[in-house]
């Protein structure tokens, strides 16, 4: 991939192909960016990354206080039902959720990104240094 970009039109299309380009053309990256606009992406990329990461904190966080410090009636069988989903391999889950995520709109969107398998090791991690 680094190798194409760094190639001229022609050499990438040639046959036999080759892995070393002949002369070195790095504006080729400078043009996709500016075409693709991939400071733009970049940004909403990071912005939505981050964004997740803090409501997710927000929850894990107050899941895990809730679990350790206030201990509910039934908050052991809660964190072992947590901690059993963490012990489902995730290649188990892959088709099933990838076909989930295609059928389930969401404000004109798909929930696949919207994944969310990481909460449980959150919620785990924080409730036991919390009751540590």
């Known amino acids: 991939m680094v190798s194409g970009g760094l190639k001229t039109t022609q050499e990438v299309v040639q046959t036999p192909p080759t892995l070393v380009p002949g002369s070195l053309h790095a504006e080729n990256y400078s043009r996709a960016w ?3 606009d991939l400071a733009r992406l970049l940004f909403n ?4 990354a981050f964004g997740a990461l803090a409501f997710q904190l927000v929850l ?5 206080y809730s679990l350790s410090r206030l201990r509910p ?6 964190l072992g039902m947590m ?3 963490l012990m489902i391999p995730a ?3 892959v088709v ?4 989930t995520v ?4 969401v404000f004109e969107r798909n929930l696949l990104a919207l994944g969310g398998f990481g909460a449980v090791l959150v919620v785990l991690i924080v409730v036991l240094a919390v009751a540590s």
Do not use: N
């Not at 990329?45 to 939505?48: G, K, R, S």
């Not at 295609?102 to 709109?105: E, K």
């Open 73 to 78: 009636v039934f908050g052991k069988a809660i």
């Open 34 to 36: 500016e075409v693709m």
């Open 60 to 64: 894990d966080v107050a899941a895990a």
């Open 96 to 99: 099933p959720q990838y076909l």
């Open 45 to 48: 990329t990071l912005y939505y």
């Open 91 to 93: 290649t188990v889950l």
């Open 83 to 85: 901690l059993a989903t």
């Open 102 to 105: 295609l059928d389930v709109p």
